[in-house]
């Protein structure tokens, strides 16, 4: 009877939708009003309030007690909600979606902790069969909630007992831990599958239990936005590691499926040993998919094992990679090590782990030791670097037609001027001038400059010095005489350097200084920093400390001085290495068109059956896409290229339309009307308007090109923002969700 209840309810729903499509722009409004738990990431967001009330989208599960009997008998007590919303209690769930919308599927794991050791094994396990039929290997696993009996206490509280019990003479002192799994699925009401997992950490005999705790969950969302695998359910790396354990293996390739191990080697990937002498490194997973991870570039400089294993991240053992290094753990990244044997380590055979941290110490007294710290260095931060700080802090004769001054200092770590004839022996110190900040690109400087829409000057020949690092500096081209509106100067210097000198260590580097900006005024008006699309701790979520051209270029805010709308890579193309490069038409580097392009990556096929390639410093080729000839339609896309790693709610990287992990408050849908054009001689459309040219670098095919051209009036401009833009029936925010 509920069942046709909730039929004619939900058309109800629908009809009021139905009705309401006309006023979709008022309903988005009510949306954001009473979304609470919805975000404009999700599609829900968008969706009828009503029907969303009805619906109540999300799955939370929470585990309140997990108990083991002397038997073995394991049994989970556990509720499952709806996701929490702004101002409300999350509301419970009927797992067989009949009293509330969508059937809930739940599987459960149960694992320990053996004494004297320090990772998880499941008490459930399965034997694998490799696709060819003849090897095999255990795994751990888990169990549905069919296989065991599920009873339920009152509609969104469950107890679970386990079909699996622990075995005969369990050790019931051991830390222990239970996970639930699952799913919600809403596709009749067009809102998708929910997921969600949970875990529970207990002592059968009772006592406090010492679990495994040295990734957060939170430390892995900073790049994959929101954890998701094997089709979107398992969200938490406290889950993953109850199957990803040691005695867990792939019998295809034999490669491990520890997590200590796989996640390491899925990070280095293409930088693996293993991989650069030829062999690849393959997972064969669920139905035989081969799974690659040899193209993986990490996005941060590998040796920053800070990122995942973050210092800050609060975890009990989070410190554990610097104090207990292992050959499993060290050699999933140095693969072409032998321990056993002594192969390529430098200490001799080693046939155990007990000596590890007798030479891999924490840290030691020197960079590149044989320390954990020492041998993961990266040499523009290694200890001892002096550094350089600049600070911008005025401009003098700042106005149209006059040649600027800018003050400003250049110091180190300990605060002490650097005299200019540093950077002349060996280094480079330099100031970047472009305006104005409504947007850059085709402002000349001067006839003789070659430079579009910005000029650089190299300042340590001739700026004035203090010892205490003060300078002044007064650029040899003006600000031009028809100039209005707010300017930008811009800082970059590098100096080298030789770590350790006279030693077999002796390594040479460069190290930078953080790019300052300052904005002023050429006329007179209030000062107007250039529009914050994105931040560059956003970039740093995944490339961890973001420096480009041989770390000249740290900032953000610096970038877009030089890739502006009128800027291509045409000075340097003419110079290409590879033939092809020469031969084809300059690309476009306008800063949000490289961006979205060069995270699009290995998805420009799909979108546009093209790649992106720049011909940069001494003609260097730099192929952000899938390597490949022209492809014919419909033809296999190769998996090269960049991997945008976000994923999406299955599981999937690469999800590009997460827009969100770069920009900040909403910018992607405040489209950038009547900004300048972007100069693309590459691009189907040269020049193109500043929206067009943003949305085609990832939307490039010829239809796309040809609703952007259709939508475009040589009078009155782009009307982009009448549909697309914040609030529009087609925002960006709302196109993009999921």
């Known amino acids: 009877m509920w069942i046709l209840v909730k039929r004619t309810l939900y058309c109800a729903l629908l009809l009021g939708a139905v009705t309401g499509a006309m006023r979709f722009s008022h309903v988005l409004r009510v949306v954001a009003a009473r979304s609470g738990g919805l975000g404009p990431h999700d599609k ?51 797992i067989d979606g009949i009293n509330t919308p969508g059937p809930i599927s739940l599987n459960f794991l149960i694992a320990y902790i053996p004494n004297g050791q320090s990772q998880y094994m499941s008490y459930i396990t399965r034997t694998a069969t490799a696709a060819s039929g003849g090897a095999t290997a255990t795994q751990a696993a888990g169990e549905s909630m069919t296989s065991g009996t599920l009873t339920t206490v009152t509609q969104g509280e469950y107890v679970y007992t386990f079909h699996n019990k622990a075995p005969t003479g369990f050790d019931p002192m051991a830390t222990h831990r239970v996970g639930i799994y699952g799913s919600r699925d809403l596709s009749e009401f067009d809102m998708g599958t929910n ?27 900073s790049c994959h936005d929101s954890l998701a695998a094997h089709g979107g359910s398992r969200k938490t790396v406290g889950l993953c590691i109850m199957c990803h354990t040691p005695q867990t293996s792939d019998p295809n390739t034999g490669n491990t499926l520890d997590m200590k191990i796989f996640i390491h080697k899925i990070h280095d990937g293409s930088g693996l040993p293993s991989v650069q002498a030829g062999t690849p490194y393959q997972i064969i997973g669920f139905q035989n998919s081969v799974n690659d991870w040899s193209t993986v570039v990490y996005p941060a400089d590998v040796r920053r094992c800070q990122t995942c294993h973050n210092p800050k991240n609060g975890a009990a053992q989070t410190n554990a990679w610097l104090t207990t290094p292992t050959a499993a753990a060290c050699g999933s990244c140095h693969d072409n090590v032998h321990f056993a044997s002594g192969q390529n380590h430098p200490g001799g055979p080693q046939v155990s782990d007990s000596l590890c941290s007798t030479c891999h110490i924490p840290q030691g007294d020197l960079p590149f030791d044989a320390s954990i710290m020492g041998g993961h260095t990266i040499p523009d931060q290694a200890p001892g670097i002096p550094g350089i700080n600049f600070t911008l802090a005025n401009v003098a004769n700042g106005v149209a037609g006059k040649a600027p001054t800018v003050t400003f200092t250049v110091r ?6 650097i005299p200019m004839s540093n950077f002349s022996n060996g280094g480079s110190l330099s100031l970047t001038m472009a305006g104005p900040t409504s947007d850059y690109g085709y402002t000349s400087f001067g006839s003789d400059v070659t430079t579009p829409g910005y000029v650089t000057e190299s300042v340590a020949k001739t700026a004035q010095c203090s010892p205490d690092g003060t ?30 000198p006279g030693t077999t260590s002796a390594t040479s580097t460069t190290y930078a200084g953080f790019n300052q900006v300052l904005d002023f005024s050429v006329d007179g008006s209030p000062v107007t920093p250039r529009r914050t699309i994105v931040q560059l701790a956003n970039c740093e979520g995944c490339h961890s400390y973001l420096e480009v051209h041989g770390g000249l270029r740290n900032n953000v805010e610096y970038c877009v001085l030089c890739h502006n709308p009128s800027n291509t890579d045409v000075a340097t193309r003419a110079n290409a290495q590879v033939p092809a490069d020469k031969a084809a038409p300059p690309q476009g580097i306008n800063f949000d068109y490289m961006i ?9 096929p799909t979108f546009a059956r093209s790649t992106y390639v ?14 490949f000839a022209a492809l014919p339609a419909n033809s296999p896309i190769p998996n090269t290229g960049v991997r945008y790693p976000a994923m999406d709610n299955t599981g999937n990287t690469q999800h590009v339309a997460a827009c969100y992990m770069c920009h900040v408050n909403g910018s992607e849908a405040v489209l950038p009307i009547g900004k300048n054009a972007v100069t693309n001689p590459s691009a189907p459309l040269n020049p193109a308007p500043a929206v067009t040219s943003a ?14 051209v259709a939508n475009t009036d040589p009078t009155f401009g782009e009307s982009c923002n009448i549909c697309h833009g914040t609030g529009a029936a087609y925002s960006a925010t709302a196109v993009h969700a999921q």
Do not use: W
């Open 471 to 500: 300078c002044s500096y007064t650029f040899m081209h003006s600000i031009p005489s028809n100039a209005t509106g707010t300017y930008t100067i811009g800082i970059e210097g590098r100096l080298p350097i030789t770590l350790l």
């Open 614 to 627: 720049i011909v940069g410093f001494g003609g260097s080729h730099n192929d952000f896409g899938a390597a």
């Open 195 to 221: 997921y969600d997992d949970s875990t529970f950490d207990f002592v059968p005999a009772g006592g406090t239990p010492v679990p495994r705790d040295i990734v957060r969950t939170a430390d892995c969302n």
């Open 44 to 94: 829900a967001y968008y969706r009828n309030p009503q029907e969303v009330q009805f619906v109540r989208p999300g799955l939370t599960i929470n585990i309140a007690s997990a108990k083991i009997a002397s038997d073995g008998t394991v049994s989970v007590n556990f509720q499952i909600t709806d996701a929490p919303r702004a101002g409300t209690a999350p509301q419970p769930l009927d």
């Open 596 to 604: 979205h392009r060069i995270h699009l990556g290995a998805d420009l």
């Open 695 to 708: 949305c085609t670098s990832c939307h490039a095919l010829n239809s796309d090109f040809a609703h952007a």
């Open 412 to 417: 180190d770590n300990n605060g002490n001027g």
